[in-house]
């Protein structure tokens, strides 16, 4: 059965020959009948010749998104298994005794847009975002645990996007059954990790180089670590001997765990505080207080997910940005990070020389962050390259 065929308006075929796998909704010329959500397309120029093959989601505005640039090759079951374990291979140096997580699959840049797969020991969590996605996901689990041996899979397919791609959220064990408690291993640290209730899909793995890098820098540091969710970065700085460490988020779950992981890896409880609060009201108290710090980390929640909310989002960072180089002692070093799809790289560090020269601070970078290497950035997909991150040190 040949595939719908898809075209696309004059002109509109540009950003797809430089192989940027999406097609917006203003692209599509016409469609052969009504594929429904999930079918694979043949996307066609205006003149008629094969593009690419696609996932179809009609509801959303990103209308389709490419499985492979060779028309020719069949998109079924092989197709995702030959890209689930290409996935799988370029992470098999990145597990080990020390490190027993790693995000396996990271949708467009492993070349399967909206699947993502992470690991914590032997249990898989996934997460489908889109229609295409969706409509595979049979055979991406199946490929998954024949490329990883796991045999739990948890599916944590609630994020808001599904909305966009008309999909109800659905959560809930996939194969075998959740092991309690689920831990595992980051640079020789133990955290438990709330696969079910947690965030995303319960852990923020793509902060793994940089949370060293924290580890690294904070001995002997009084240590503020704001947006903590369940303690990592204050973990690793405990574990690299801070002085003292107070953690902010507005999540007592999430703050419950983190003082299990603090436990969990025998490190000392009196050097940690944890406070459920918000960060913007709690850190203008620390500064009526003129508490301050050797080590501020700044990893707030996404504020912009796209452009289209740069500009209040690009305040709010100004703002606790501000407040916290007011807070640092001099030599003292802020990490600051945004995972905003919406903000980029140049636009974040414009944001903080602004809270530099409002807070009348002389600071300079000394580093520039992004996600881990099991996060990668495919060369034709730059939308994957969402986390920045800056350390500052105040002179
Ligand atoms: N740094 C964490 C991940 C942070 S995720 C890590 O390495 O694991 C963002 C966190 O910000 C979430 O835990 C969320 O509960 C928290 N949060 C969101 N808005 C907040 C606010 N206004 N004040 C305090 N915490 C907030």
Not at 112 to 131: E, H, K, M, N, Q
Not at 148 to 171: I, K, N, Q
């Amino acid at each position: 059965m040949p595939l719908p065929r898809v075209r696309l308006r004059a002109g509109r075929e540009k950003s797809l020959r430089r192989r940027h796998p999406w097609v917006f909704s203003g692209s599509v010329a016409d469609i052969e009948g009504v594929p429904p959500s999930g079918a694979t397309v043949a996307l066609m120029a205006s003149d008629d010749s094969p593009l690419a093959s696609a996932a179809w989601s009609p509801s959303s505005n990103i209308r389709a998104r490419v499985w492979s640039f060779d028309p020719e090759v069949r998109i079924d079951a092989d197709f995702m298994a030959s890209r689930v374990r290409a996935a799988a291979r370029m992470r098999e140096g990145m597990l080990d005794a020390g490190h027993t997580g790693c995000r396996l699959v990271h949708a467009e840049s492993d070349g399967i847009p909206g699947f993502i797969a992470d690991r914590y020991g032997d249990v898989l969590v996934v997460s489908f975002l889109t229609a295409g996605a969706e409509g595979w996901r049979e055979a991406l689990v199946a490929a998954l645990i024949e490329a990883t041996g796991c045999g739990v899979v948890y599916e944590r397919s609630d994020a808001d996007v599904r909305a966009l791609e008309g999909l109800p959220p659905r959560v809930g064990a996939i194969a075998g059954t959740l092991p309690q408690p689920i831990t595992f291993v980051e640079d020789g640290l133990a955290y438990r990790v709330d696969v079910a209730g947690g965030q995303k899909t319960g852990f923020y793995l793509d902060q793994r180089d940089n949370r060293r890098c924290v580890r690294e820098q904070a001995h002997g540091r009084d240590v503020l670590n704001c947006f903590c969710y369940t303690g990592a970065f204050g973990i690793a700085a405990l574990a690299g001997g801070a002085k003292s460490l107070l953690s902010i988020d507005s999540s007592a779950d999430a703050l419950a765990l983190a003082q299990i992981n603090l436990e969990a890896n025998a490190l000392d409880p009196t050097r940690a505080r944890w406070r459920d609060a918000d960060v913007f009201g709690e850190l203008r108290k620390l500064r009526d207080a003129a508490v301050q710090f050797d080590l501020i980390v700044l990893d707030p929640p996404k504020f912009a997910p796209t452009a289209h909310h740069a500009e209040k989002a690009a305040r709010a960072y100004k703002d606790i940005n501000l407040l916290a180089l007011k807070l640092l002692r001099s030599d003292g070093l802020l990490f600051t990070f945004s995972c905003s799809g919406g903000i980029s790289a140049d636009l974040f560090q414009k944001i903080i020389a602004g809270a530099a020269l409002d807070a009348r601070v002389d600071a300079k970078i000394v580093r520039r962050f992004g996600a881990s290497a099991d996060h990668p950035v495919a060369l034709n997909f730059p939308e994957g390259d969402y986390l920045k991150g800056l350390l500052v040190r105040k002179s």
